[in-house]
Nanobody
Framework: QVQLVESGGGLVQAGGSLKLSCTAS?????MNWYRQTPGNERDFVAG???????NYADSVKGRFTISRDDATNTVYLQMDRLKPEDTATYYCNAITVTGGHYESYWGQGAHVTVSS
């Protein structure tokens, strides 16, 4: 089983930057970031497959950058030009494949608050 530990959340003013980190206890085929606010569903933010194939939600394109370090099984989310609308709990997600079976794992969540 894979355990995910997140760090890097906090409070920042609009226009500022934060960088989230998520370290997995094992290797993953794909790693993603989702975010959620009370009363809403958990929405996809960014994902990375392999070492360079990335995908972003339209709301964060041009502002957020996802990357990974395979040596440490760590995925990062660099968030620039933050907006109050980005305020949410951010969850790291890892997808593993074992014997052709896919499994999904989640981090504990990192709180991000953007003030106006």
């Amino acid at each position: 089983q894979v355990q995910l530990v997140e760090s890097g959340g906090g409070l920042v003013q609009a226009g500022g930057s934060l960088k989230l980190s998520c370290t997995a206890s094992g290797r993953a085929s794909a790693m993603n970031w989702y975010r959620q606010t009370p009363g809403n569903e958990r929405d996809f933010v960014a994902g990375i497959i392999g070492g360079s194939s990335t995908n972003y939600a339209d709301s964060v394109k041009g502002r957020f950058t996802i990357s990974r370090d395979d040596a440490t099984n760590t995925v990062y989310l660099q968030m620039d030009r933050l907006k109050p609308e980005d305020t949410a709990t951010y969850y790291c997600n890892a997808i593993t494949v074992t014997g052709g079976h896919y499994e999904s794992y989640w981090g504990q969540g990192a709180h991000v608050t953007v003030s106006s």
